[in-house]
């Protein structure tokens, strides 16, 4: 834990520099680091969605996301949105290993402005039919965005 604070206090990604498809090639400690280092700056919470480019679950949430302006506005102006690659060729084991095990993929993890763990997301219950509950996501994330409005 000491390791991730040292990094979130040299940590200065801009929302270019974080991952938007799951890549087994990039560092996911730095990627969330660098994502909380974001979120402290302007406010928000980090949702470090896990997943990979295998899922078909992880691109019907990318889609939903992109269809859906009132959950994607909620998310872009309360997180700090970063992906991290789970798959065969990175499972990303020393970030992964911090957090409760996952069961499902993709999960979303909650985080603080100091990268504790707030809530572990089980997306399998935000479904319905062949996609997501905008109601039961936009309720989730109503839930887990910081308690005052970022810049206040």
Known sequence: MLALGAMLLSASASAADLPLKFDPARDAVADVAGAVGQARQQGKRVLVDVGGEWCAWCRIMDRFFAGNERART??????????????????????????????????????????????????????????????????FLERWKPRRSPGA
Do not use: C, M
């Open 74 to 139: 909620i998310r872009d102006a309360h997180y700090v949105w970063v992906k991290v690659n789970w798959s065969p060729e990175n499972r990303n084991e020393e970030l992964l290993s911090r957090w409760p095990r996952i069961d499902g993929y993709p999960h979303l993890f909650v985080l603080d402005v100091d990268g504790r763990l707030l809530h572990s997301q089980d997306t399998s219950l935000l479904e319905q039919g062949r996609g997501y509950d905008a109601g039961k996501f936009i309720a």
